[in-house]
């Protein structure tokens, strides 16, 4: 193939990315709350302390916040909407509420 060629099927698959994760960190999230503006969405990322029957309280320790933008919002949604439709495909479909194990 020649280098004019490979220029060309090079643009009309569009860039190549390159994941840099260099600076990436990992964290367990096991609750989220969003909130939007016009101009942002808002994801807090954080873990629940405690789950008791009954308590007046709980504890949510946040430990991440994601600011995007509505469209990246929009394609978020799609991409975890794919993801959890294959999960369900592979292991079942999931209750919108966890059930607690007995």
Known sequence: MTDEVADKKKKANGP????DDSKMRSVYANVCNVSSTREEVTLLFGTNQ??????????IELTD????????????????NGVVGE????????????????
């Open 16 to 19: 190549t990315i390159r994941w």
């Open 50 to 59: 405690a789950w008791r029957a009954g308590q007046q309280e709980v504890g």
């Open 65 to 80: 916040r994601v600011i995007i933008s509505p469209f990246a919002a929009k394609r978020l949604a799609l991409l975890l």
């Open 87 to 102: 999960y369900e495909k592979r292991f079942g479909t999931l209750d919108e509420v966890e059930k607690k194990a007995k």
